[in-house]
């Protein structure tokens, strides 16, 4: 390439396996994420050494960081009871998919060869890793709500046999209705798996692309042009990371008993 | 009409590419809104300003897939 043009590799799909522990393939995703861990232990040790009464500077960062989301999170559920019980975790995934997709700012980070295979490589570009949390939070809001409502009462809410026969006593407008509740239930359960995929998908098409598009716009010119995108590539992971946050949020209320709720559980 | 794979490919890529535009109508039609109940009351601005970007996101996702199947192709 020219003067103007930087010539680089579009990412691959598959991250690339810098070696072996055991059988077990380490990636350079993976290694993105123990670093990640590691700024995220030192930060808070130094954090609760600091905590005092009448807060400095750093300290006042993360109250105003953890009132925002708590705020957030309220306006979502619209019940402070529950926002307090799940805050930790989405404060989590909001902290953490914001980190992973904003750390390749840091300029020379991604640029660590080891034989001639990059080091460091941002964890949501790696289908695996949004693949992973959108399960795990799946699985999280299905035994939630099998606590909430109890096993039959579960199933219930997806084979709605109950309603069906109770309202074809009532007359047959009702029992019509109650029929297409009844077929509606079965679309719920693939509606579930639906959202598994739509929420890994989104975070990782939204970040790869960005990825993808970086390299072909430096391809194009190298110079003002990628500085434009990046900075519409820090408004997407901040945002992508908000929507997880609160889709997750969303998807936990919604599968709450809300009589249970009411009665004070 | 006897297609090689090669340019069977390419044609199912260009054809992953123009779903996107329903997606660029969605959006822009719920900016449109947003911006309109703004106008109309300009105390909620914050608000209504992050349901907003919440929104586009949701209906970006469309694209999204589709731009990862024109990658996988």
Do not use: C
């Not at chain 1, 598959?14 to 990636?27: A, E, K």
């Not at chain 1, 999280?140 to 709500?145: A, T």
């Not at chain 2, 890529?13 to 947003?34: C, D, F, N, Q, R």
């Not at chain 2, 601005?45 to 469309?62: D, N, Q």
């Amino acid at each position: 390439m020219n003067f103007l043009q930087v010539a680089g590799d579009i990412p691959s799909l598959q991250p690339p396996v810098l070696f072996h522990i055991g059988s077990w393939p380490i990636t350079s995703s993976l290694m993105l994420i123990w670093l990640i861990l590691l700024l995220t232990i030192v930060v808070v040790r130094v954090l609760f050494k600091i905590l005092s009464l009448r807060p400095g500077i750093y300290q006042n960062i993360f109250e105003v960081l953890y009132e925002s989301m708590l705020k957030l999170v309220d306006q979502i559920t619209s019940s402070r009871k529950i926002s307090e019980k799940i805050f930790p975790l989405i404060a989590t995934l909001f902290l953490f998919i914001g980190v992973s997709n904003l750390i390749t700012l840091i300029p020379g980070l991604t640029s660590l060869t080891y034989n001639g295979k990059e080091i460091f490589r941002s964890p949501t570009t790696d289908f695996n890793t949004t693949f992973a949390l959108a399960l795990a939070m799946l699985i999280l809001i299905q035994v939630q709500s099998i606590r909430d409502w109890g096993i039959f009462g579960y199933i219930g809410r997806f084979i709605q046999i109950k309603p069906l026969i109770l309202s074809f006593k009532q007359g047959l407008g009702a029992g019509l209705t109650a029929f297409i509740n009844f077929l509606i239930g079965f679309l719920d359960i693939v509606s579930e798996i639906a959202k598994v995929v739509s929420l890994s998908m989104r975070l990782f098409g939204n970040i790869f692309a960005g990825e993808v598009l970086t390299v072909i716009i430096m391809a194009g010119l190298a110079y003002a042009l990628p500085a434009v995108w990046m900075a519409m590539g820090i408004l997407t992971g901040v945002v992508q990371a908000l929507v997880f946050g609160s889709l997750v949020a969303a998807y936990y209320t919604i599968s709450l008993n809300p009589g249970k709720q009411a009665a004070g559980n | 009409m006897a297609l090689d794979p090669e340019s069977a490919r390419l044609l199912a890529k260009g054809i992953a590419t123009i779903t996107m535009g329903g997606s660029g109508i969605g959006e822009g039609y719920l900016i449109g809104k947003a911006l309109e109940a703004m106008g109309r009351n300009p105390e909620m601005e914050g608000s209504l300003f992050t349901k907003m970007l919440i929104g586009v996101a949701m209906a970006e996702s469309t694209a999204i897939y589709a731009l990862v199947a024109f990658f996988i192709l």
